[in-house]
């Protein structure tokens, strides 16, 4: 959201300002992708745990938690890549650049 708020575009018309977030947006998609392996929670289990857990069954939820999907180097981690990579992002914005 705050990558939007600080390149997007005020007018639906403006399509040049458009093809600059949608640059920029794919810039964050192909690091994450780049460092995680994949973009999509299911695929990304598969890569960390080698399945995918349906957190929406209880028992499955539990043996995620138990699986360490909670701990430090699971998901929190992974979101820890997200806000690294938007923070890089915004600071370049931010620089100019």
């Known amino acids: 959201m705050t990558i939007g708020s600080l390149i997007g575009r005020e007018r ?3 399509i040049d300002q458009y093809r600059k977030c949608i640059a920029v947006a794919t810039k964050v ?3 994450f992708k780049e460092q995680i392996g994949h973009t ?3 695929e990304i289990h598969k ?3 080698g ?3 349906r957190l929406f069954i209880p028992e499955e939820s539990e043996a995620f938690h138990n699986m360490g999907g909670h701990a430090r180097n699971g ?3 992974v979101c820890g890549v997200a806000a690294k ?3 890089e992002i915004i600071l370049d914005i931010k ?3």
Do not use: K
């Open 40 to 42: 999509i929670c299911a």
């Open 12 to 14: 639906l018309e403006d």
């Open 51 to 53: 399945r995918t857990y």
């Open 47 to 49: 890569i960390r745990y």
């Open 75 to 77: 998901c929190p981690e």
């Open 95 to 97: 620089e100019g650049d």
């Open 29 to 31: 998609y192909d690091r």
């Open 85 to 87: 990579i938007a923070a």
